[in-house]
C-alpha cells in the first residue's frame, strides 16, 4: 500500500491523480512495495525561496527540494550505523516530502515546451529519486 499525500495552494491547477500515477508507476518499475508514505507539497516561490535559504543556505527559489525522513538504502555493516530515523513501529517505510515550486514548473515547462503537468511529473520522478537515495553530483 502506498500512502502518497498531495497537498497544494487552491490557486495553483494540479492533477493529483497524475501525480500519484507517476509515484505509483515509478515505485512499481524499480519494483519496491509494501507500506510506503510520502507528501508532495506543491507550493509558491515564497515559500520555496524561504525554504531553499533555510534547509540550503541558498538566497533564490529553486524548482525542487526533497527532504527524506529514512535512510531507504540502510548499510548492512554492523560497525555503521544506519543514517536516519528509527524505523517506526507501525512498519511503514515514510520517505520524507517533495516540494514543487508551482511557479517555477510553470517557468520549466514553458522553457521546455511541456505542459506543466508533464514537467511537474518529472519532478516529482526527480524528488522521488532523491527520497530513494538516487543522487545526481
Known amino acids: 500500500m502506498v500512502n502518497i499525500i498531495v497537498s497544494s495552494d487552491p490557486r495553483y491547477n494540479i492533477n493529483k491523480a497524475s501525480i500519484r500515477a507517476t509515484v505509483s508507476e515509478m515505485l ?36 525542487i527540494l526533497s527532504f527524506a525522513l529514512e535512510d531507504p538504502n540502510p548499510v548492512s555493516l554492523r560497525h555503521i550505523p544506519k543514517v536516519g530515523f528509527v524505523a517506526s513501529p507501525d512498519k511503514w517505510l515514510r520517505l520524507g516530502d517533495i516540494v514543487i515550486s508551482y511557479p517555477q514548473a510553470v517557468e520549466d515547462a514553458s522553457l521546455d515546451g511541456i505542459s506543466v503537468d508533464e514537467e511537474i511529473r518529472n519532478l516529482v520522478e526527480h524528488g522521488l529519486n532523491h527520497l530513494l537515495g538516487f543522487n545526481h553530483n
Open 28 to 63: 512499481k518499475k524499480l519494483r519496491i512495495s509494501g507500506r510506503i508514505e510520502l507528501g508532495i507539497n506543491i507550493v509558491g516561490d515564497r515559500k520555496m525561496h524561504e525554504l531553499n535559504r533555510k534547509y540550503r543556505g541558498l538566497d533564490s527559489t529553486t524548482n
